[in-house]
């Protein structure tokens, strides 16, 4: 077994609980390959989720390789950091037909990078299977990570808010938790109709 196995199967990712997004990586995904913030946020909340660990870049701080899907199926490759406890994506684009296989051998060594637009620029251009081998990669869960949220104003007619607040406090959940849940499952339903 490789000492990176070993590294993977021991990590604990429970310490993690959020996301690091600023002007520096929040629109560089979607400008290069149209993945929305939430889309890359999702890969880390659905199974399965495949990480390896980027030794060669990993002196001054730590870089993962992630192969993971969206709530639409839409599978994606990302290059990632933690700071803070928070997980800050370097680069996202779709997987690769190779990257989809999860081809079984590593055959390339990456090269060093001189700032992190170069590495950006590398991912665009290469397959992550030719450089980590996933099939030795942990299959890992973030149980603490929560989604980045927008405050938003919503009015509601004053029956509907009244009968929420209803079945709500039937299933003992607040009333605000009760309508998320009910948008997601009715979006998802949505989507499932178009897709």
């Known amino acids: 077994m490789y000492i990176l196995d ?18 520096g990586n929040i629109h560089k ?19 399965p989720i495949l990480i390896a660990y980027d030794e060669n870049h990993s002196e001054k701080e ?12 839409r599978r ?13 994506i370097i680069s996202t684009r779709d997987m690769s037909k190779k990257e989809k296989k999860f081809m079984k ?20 251009k290469n397959e992550a299977t030719d450089y980590f081998n996933f099939e030795n990669s942990g299959k890992v869960k973030f149980p603490n990570l929560k ?14 808010l009244e ?17 998320k849940i009910l948008l997601s499952e009715k979006v998802s339903e949505e989507f499932k109709k178009v897709s």
């Open 6 to 23: 070993i590294y993977m199967k021991l990590l604990d990712f429970s310490f993690i609980e959020g996301f690091d997004w600023d002007q």
């Open 29 to 47: 995904n979607w400008f290069k390959h149209k993945v929305k913030v939430g889309e890359i946020e999702e890969i880390f909340f659905n199974e």
């Open 62 to 73: 730590t870089r993962f390789a992630a192969l993971g899907i969206s709530n639409d199926s």
């Open 76 to 88: 994606l490759f990302a290059v990632f950091t933690i700071r803070n406890n928070k997980i800050r």
């Open 105 to 124: 051998s590593i055959k390339k060594k990456i090269p060093k990078f001189k700032s992190i637009d170069e590495e950006i620029e590398f991912w665009d």
């Open 147 to 160: 989604p980045s949220t927008k405050m938003i104003s919503l009015r509601l007619p004053e029956s509907l």
């Open 163 to 179: 009968r929420l607040k209803t079945l709500a406090n039937k299933n003992d959940v607040p009333y605000q938790s009760l309508i």
